[in-house]
């Protein structure tokens, strides 16, 4: 079983930054991919940003030039940078991962969410 532990969700202003960790622990053989995600009540969820293996990254439209997304190997942990955050960003962010538990190339790939965290800016 595989856990996503999110953190640095909280309130902030408008034009405001605020950072987001996840971090990845249980039994896995390697990490595919990692992204973020987020959801408002009454709206899909909706990817945010994400980052592959080989630190390829894509981001949303709506988040280009203000979010960054990193990723430590070492510590399997993957970083959402949030800059000039605006109201319409306000929702729950969810951390997701795929990861295989066997390096066989057959292997599954299997899916993996946080609990997600809050965030709320306040105009």
């Known amino acids: 079983q595989v856990h996503l532990t999110e953190s640095g969700g909280g309130l902030v202003q408008a034009g405001g930054s605020l950072r987001l960790s996840c971090s990845v622990s249980?039994?896995?053989?390697?990490?595919?991919?990692m992204a973020w995600y987020r959801h408002v009540p009454g709206k899909p969820r909706n990817l945010v940003a994400i980052?592959?293996?080989?630190?390829?990254?894509n981001y949303a439209e709506a988040v280009k030039g203000r979010v960054t997304i990193s990723g430590d190997n070492a510590e399997n942990t993957v970083y959402l940078q949030m800059n000039s955050l605006k109201p319409e960003d306000t929702a729950v962010y969810y951390c997701?991962?795929?990861?295989?538990?066997?390096?066989?190339?057959?292997?599954?790939?299997?899916?993996?969410w946080g609990q997600g965290t809050l965030v709320t800016v306040s105009s």
């Open positions: 997701n991962a795929h990861y295989t538990r066997s390096y066989y190339y057959r292997s599954p790939i299997l899916e993996a």
């Open positions: 249980g039994r896995f053989a390697s990490i595919a991919d």
């Open positions: 980052i592959t293996r080989h630190g390829e990254t």
